[in-house]
Each structure stands twice: as structure tokens, then as C-alpha cells.
């Protein structure tokens, strides 16, 4: 590793589009990207890299980083991956179209967080790689972080200073050799889905979300029964089956809701249109989401009806 020095970041695939945030200490991209299929990504920086799936899928993604088992998993909203600072990682696609927000973390910000006496000798601690893991944590802080922070000038870079620490702290305390030995106590994960059976199973729900998402219709989608399946689809994303399909449909009704129509779409139309069973249904599971009803949202998003 020594020898190498240029960073290496080869895509896979091709951004629609890229916005960029830098602060001392961390960076920012917030991307949309499309990857081709069987292609091929290489990556090797000298900095910690954090990728957070913010939207969409990909197929089947095989990953092999320096030192760590091969992987084969797919992306999903909410999936993390993390690249140790000077570890090199090969990637392989099999298509699919993704927002993500990646993230680039100083190791000195390590090294300064040792030093104020949070972590101790920080020389010993060694982080682990891992692609696509459900870490709704970090989906926050990722999301967070692309809305930008409040202020301007000082308090830009307090903003980002306290993000960048509780990212490191986290990383540290649950992906390093610090991680503690409860978590080699904790009951065995089931076997996640694999890349090829997830998306097959995403793409469902997300090409018929108006229709009856039954458990057993999924699950035979992913060629499993309905109670492994139920398993591992949470271990594969981080939420059961019914929670997922639940926050997809109302994602769909606050875009529709957004949506300039002329006539607007009826609050009834849009629960049919998501799969909710009534208006009421659409109401109540949408005010627990975004706060407010379908209506006040609409009004809030710029139409007057």
C-alpha cells in the first residue's frame, strides 16, 4: 500500500447529475448516477469514504475490498458502504439508477478526536469495509448533510465539524476493532437477501405499489416462503417488508401531492393510486410521516387549491 499514492476513483457507470459541499475536514457529493451494466468501478483514496444510498436500486453489485471477503448485494435507499482510508476496493454492476450522497472524512479528524481524549490512542483503531448495509443512522446524517447546513460562514463549519464527529464516533463504535465485544455476542443476523433476489423484489413494489403487496406475493417473487423472506428482506435493508412498501407509497403520494397538475390530483385519487385503502388511510399514515395532511402539504409545496 505504501507505493500507492495518486487517489483512484474510477465510476462504473455515469452521473446524471453532481452537486458538490466541502468543509475542513469532510466532503460532500450528492449524486445521481446511473451504472451500466457489467461494468466496472476501482477506488482507492487516502481518505474514509462513506457512500449512503438516498434513492433507487441497483441489480447485483459484487465488491471486493483489500483485505475483506468478496460481497454480492444491490443498493437500496438507506444501504451504506464504507471504504477505510488507503484500501482499495474493485466494484461490478449490473445496472440500475441511484441518488446517493458520498462522503469523504479526514482521518486527522480521527486523530483530533483521540487527542480531546474521546478515543484514546487512536493508532490502534482498524476499521472494517462493508457495501450496502442497513445503517439507518447514517442515512440521517448523509441526508443531512446534502440538505446543507442552516447558517452561513462560522456556522457552516460548525455545522459540518459536528456531523463529521458523530459520523467518526459512530463508524468507530460499530464498524472498527473498538466495536466492543457485545457486539460478537449478539444473536446471528439472518442471511440477507442476495443482490439478484432484492432487486427483483424492489422493482416489484416499486412497478406496482398501487396494486396488493402481499407478503406471500413478494416472497415468491424473492422464490422464498414468506416467513425467511420476511428475514431477510429486513436484514437486507434495515425494515420489514410492510414498513418498506408503506414509506414507498407515501413517497409517491407527497410527489404526486407536489406535482403542478392542472386539475389537481384528488387526495382520494392519489390513496388509490398508491395502494391505501381510503383517503382516511392516506390522511393518517401521512400525517405520521411528514407531519402534516395531505392537503396542508400540497398547500405548503406551492398549490394554492
Known sequence: MAGRTAPIHRYGGRDLWRRSLEWNGIAVEHVRWRAADDSEGLTERPEHLLFVTLSGTTGRTTAVVDGERRSETADFPGAATFIPGTRRRWTRYQGGTITYAALRLDPSHLHALGGAGRLGDTRRIEFGAFTNRPDPFLHQLAAALVDGPPGGGAADQLFADSLATTLMLHLVRRYSNLAGPHRAAAPRRPRPLNGTALRAVLDHIHGNLGEDLRMDALA???????????????????????????????????????????????????????????????????????????????RAHGDPV
Open 220 to 298: 415468491a417473487v424473492a422464490g422464498m416462503d414468506r416467513h425467511h423472506f420476511a428475514r431477510a428482506f429486513k436484514a437486507a435493508t434495515g425494515t420489514p417488508p410492510h414498513r418498506y412498501v408503506t414509506e414507498r407509497r407515501l413517497e409517491l403520494a407527497a410527489r404526486l401531492l407536489r406535482e403542478r397538475a392542472d386539475p389537481p390530483h384528488a387526495i382520494a385519487d392519489i390513496a388509490y393510486q398508491v395502494g391505501l385503502s381510503s383517503q382516511s388511510h392516506l390522511t393518517t399514515a401521512f400525517r405520521r410521516r411528514y407531519g402534516a395532511t395531505p392537503h396542508a402539504y400540497r
